[in-house]
């Protein structure tokens, strides 16, 4: 019975802090996890670099999505993004056979996000089913829970397969700037569901 009571004044003594907080002008952050294998992704519009818009709950209907964050523009072009970038694009015509449509997420601030995704692509040719979308101000890795909070990081490098229904297949967010997934693992990964 105690108990009950005990967690009756901490429930209380939490939302009292809640509302005197939104009172006081604060904002609370709850962090979100990283999507799981077997969770509902969820879904989210970002614009492409090519313009117009991209819904992820549009992408799976059309067949799985490969969900590839990059780190985007930490103050210079990641070296190991464009060593990856390039992998995928290598293995370009098995990801068109697979059905699947691979995007990538190039986060930072608003200022000058295009142009510095641009140039991360710049004299580059990928193919249709190949998509780079923009994260200006970080707001899709908080959403995803992926956002590298520290000095110089933008976010976690992270792959995930997304299957027609939005369950999440795979999994790898690396809290390194290294552990970057391959394009075999991921077809691997793909091609076993």
């Given amino acids: 019975m105690n108990r009950a009571i005990d967690s009756s004044k901490g429930s209380r003594s939490v939302f009292l802090f809640t509302l005197l907080a939104i009172a006081a002008g604060s904002t609370i952050a709850i962090a979100a996890n990283p999507p799981a294998v077997g969770t509902e992704a969820k879904d989210f519009e970002l614009s492409a670099l ?13 067949g799985p999505v490969v969900l590839i964050v ?13 060593k990856q970038f390039g992998s995928f ?8 056979q697979a059905g699947a449509t691979v995007v990538f997420v190039y986060p930072g601030p608003a200022e000058k996000l295009k142009d510095r ?24 890795a908080k959403a995803y829970g992926l956002r590298w909070d520290a000095q110089g990081e933008t976010a976690y490098p992270s792959t995930f397969v997304i299957d027609r229904q939005r369950h999440v297949a795979f999994a790898v967010v690396s809290k390194s700037h290294g552990g970057r997934t391959n394009p075999a693992d991921v077809l691997k990964a793909m091609l076993s569901k």
Avoid at 54 to 62: D, E, P, R, W, Y
Avoid at 71 to 78: I, K, S, T
Avoid at 89 to 96: E, G, S, T, V
Wanted: aromatic share 14%; proline share 7%.
């Fill in 50 to 62: 090519g313009g117009g818009k991209v819904k992820l709950s549009k992408l799976t209907k059309a």
């Fill in 70 to 82: 990059l780190r985007g523009y930490p103050g210079y072009q990641c070296p190991l993004c464009t």
């Fill in 89 to 96: 694009l290598d293995a370009a015509d098995q990801f068109q």
């Fill in 117 to 140: 995704a641009a140039d991360f692509v710049k004299g580059k040719d990928y193919p249709e089913h190949f998509q780079i979308l923009l994260d200006p101000d970080y707001d899709f």
